[in-house]
């Protein structure tokens, strides 16, 4: 059964760099049907698309936090990761990792991990 | 970036009852919108695709329609299990994919 687990701290400071891993099992990043991407949710608030990366390496970004977001991923370790740089208190949310399946004219986000809760305070 | 906009904010059912949920986006997706629930403390599970395919293991119960800029989705016979929140979603131009705003589902 596919799981994608996310992890990393849970408390990261101002002006810090969050990151995070996604852990999949179950099945393989290398898998030509699907990205891997981030997903976030501040407390009480809705869902923002934050990034997605494919196996081969390419990657799309969020206009609102390409500056900031880098999304890599590592096929020999079936891993994929999330750096924001520059975090502020806005940036405090659950962070999820997805499988975003490819349909034709774009993604939908089939299969999501539990969820990280980041709190970036001092 | 399409605005995704969901209505009403709250909507108060009985169990056993029927609702439809709103969504319209600010230009056409053609149907290129897909549905999601999520329960408190749990992370959104799909259950719609392409405005009216159910995804793998949805009730029957659940269904979804509209095309262009206006959508909603239907839920037949309320069951307790189904009070939530409901969000929508484009995929027609990305990035970046975005999502409506929420619709919570609560028991009257």
């Known amino acids: 059964q596919l799981q994608l687990q996310e992890s990393g701290p849970g408390l990261v400071k101002p002006s810090g760099t969050l990151s995070l891993t996604c852990t999949v099992s179950?099945?393989?990043?290398?898998?030509?049907?699907?990205?891997w991407g981030w997903i976030r949710q501040p407390p009480g608030k809705g869902l923002e698309w934050i990034a997605n990366v494919y196996y081969g390496g390419n990657a799309n970004y969020n206009p609102s936090l390409k500056s900031r977001v880098t999304i890599s991923a590592d096929t020999s370790k079936n891993q994929f990761s999330l750096n924001l740089a520059s975090v502020t208190a806005a940036d405090t949310a659950v962070y999820y990792c997805v499988r975003e399946w490819r349909l034709e004219a774009g993604h939908v986000f089939d299969v999501w991990g539990q969820g990280a809760m980041v709190t970036v305070s001092s | 970036e399409i605005v995704m906009t969901q209505s009403p904010a709250t909507l108060s059912v009985s169990p056993g009852g029927r609702v439809t949920l709103s969504c319209r986006a600010s230009q056409s997706v053609n149907n290129k919108l897909a549905w999601y629930q999520q329960k408190p403390g749990q992370a959104p599970r799909l259950l719609i695709y392409h405005a009216s395919t159910r995804a793998t293991g949805i009730a029957a119960r659940f269904s979804g329609s509209g095309s262009g800029t206006d959508f909603t989705l239907t839920i037949s016979s309320l069951q307790s299990e189904d009070f939530a929140v409901y969000y929508c979603q484009q995929y027609n131009n990305w990035p970046p994919y975005t999502f409506g705003q929420g619709t919570k589902l609560e028991i009257k």
């Open positions: 179950g099945d393989s990043i290398s898998s030509i049907s699907y990205y």
